[in-house]
């Protein structure tokens, strides 16, 4: 069977790691709403457990291993998870509708599980959307307390492509041709990077649902910032006045006052909850997915241009190799490369009509 499948991983923290959760589980007021209700049956935890007591577990017993490894307390922002996506190329989205390959996706996220050091918390199975597809979390914290993360490199993730191929092709399902052998093999760049109508319409739809689901879980986390704000004016009390005697004109006068050191620290704390509040609700921070879409088109990029110098070096080299052949020959057998160049005359190209497009003005 024909297609292809490919896997994208990112980090994420334990605040986005929650919102990841409940949408990956469609836990209540997290299913988004392009899914088809419908079809909700379909989907199936096919490895670990995806339940919120899991996940706080696991969060619990990473950030021992980092207060073990570093003596210190795991950083607030820190990436406790790895998160990834199996998907399938168009050819094969009605195939794994119908046959979803439960089993091979499992055995990948264990095997990678196993490559990283670490242990595999859910993988689960989207049935209830247009193209069906995989999601899963892994815990990103080894046993040395170090983040697997910061060994996710360019061949890495080339590997990781490799090994996805591999696996799938029991059910006939191949790794998708990376950019730079395409570039190397001299296909249309153009086609390479830019897609047809056709493709669009087929691309588009599943595009879009995957930014609804980023967004859905932008919201969650807005939800949870709101409702940590509120927590934190509920629980947070307010610096304690003490009473003091002023001297005002000639008569003294009981006032309360605040000490101004913890006047600051309770301003400095109420400002950073404020700050972080406005940079997610207005959007100045973005999504560790999103960067990593962002940062990993960027990769692909230079792999490319790195393939493409390749080719044209060596294009150089067998020029200048050709070119001594020629001044050989010129200088040893001049009259065999005169008899060449007079039955084999150079041709000249007739300019197509309308300029280098070939497009030719009305009326031609």
Not at 98 to 104: Q, S
Request: glycine share 6%.
């Amino acid at each position: 069977m024909a297609g292809s499948v490919s896997v994208h991983i990112y980090g994420l923290n334990a605040l986005e790691a929650e919102g990841q959760r409940a949408h990956d589980a469609r836990a209540v007021g997290h299913v988004p709403d392009y899914v088809d209700h419908q079809k909700s049956d379909q989907n199936k935890v096919v490895l670990g457990d995806v339940s919120p007591e899991a996940l706080k577990n696991s969060i619990f017993e990473q950030s021992l291993r980092i207060r073990t490894a570093n003596r210190k307390a795991p950083r607030k922002d820190a990436n406790f998870f790895i998160c990834g996506v199996i998907g399938f190329s168009k050819e094969a989205r009605n195939f794994v509708l119908e046959n979803p390959p439960h089993v091979l996706s499992a055995r990948f996220v264990e095997e990678i599980s196993v490559q990283f050091g670490v242990k595999p918390l859910y993988c689960v199975y989207h049935g209830d959307e247009s193209s069906g597809h995989f999601q899963f979390l892994i815990e990103n914290i080894d046993k040395e307390g170090k983040a697997a993360t910061n060994r996710l490199k360019k061949k890495t993730l080339v590997d990781l492509q490799n090994r996805a191929g591999e696996i799938f092709a029991e059910i006939g399902l191949s790794r998708g041709t990376p950019k730079a052998v395409r570039v190397a093999r001299g296909e249309d760049y153009s086609k390479i990077i830019h897609r047809s109508v056709k493709e669009l319409h087929e691309d588009l739809p599943l595009e879009i649902q995957g930014l609804k689901e980023e967004v859905q879980i932008l919201k969650d986390l807005r939800e949870k910032v709101r409702s940590e704000i509120d927590h934190f004016a509920e629980t947070t009390s307010p610096p304690k006045a003490i009473k003091v005697e002023v001297l005002q004109g000639h008569q003294p006068e009981i006032m309360e006052m605040i000490p101004a050191e913890e006047f600051d620290r309770f301003a400095k704390s109420v400002q950073g909850r404020v700050a972080l509040a406005n940079s997610i609700l207005t959007g100045d921070l973005v999504s560790a997915k999103k960067y990593q879409v962002v940062s990993q088109k960027l990769v692909d990029t230079q792999q490319v241009l790195e393939e493409t110098q390749k080719v044209v070096m060596q294009t150089k080299k067998e020029v200048g190799f050709l070119r001594k052949i020629v001044d050989w020959i010129r200088e040893y057998f001049p009259d065999i490369l005169d008899r060449f160049q007079e039955t084999h005359p150079i041709e000249e190209v007739a300019p197509q009509a309308g300029g280098p497009g070939g497009i030719a003005p009305p009326g031609l």
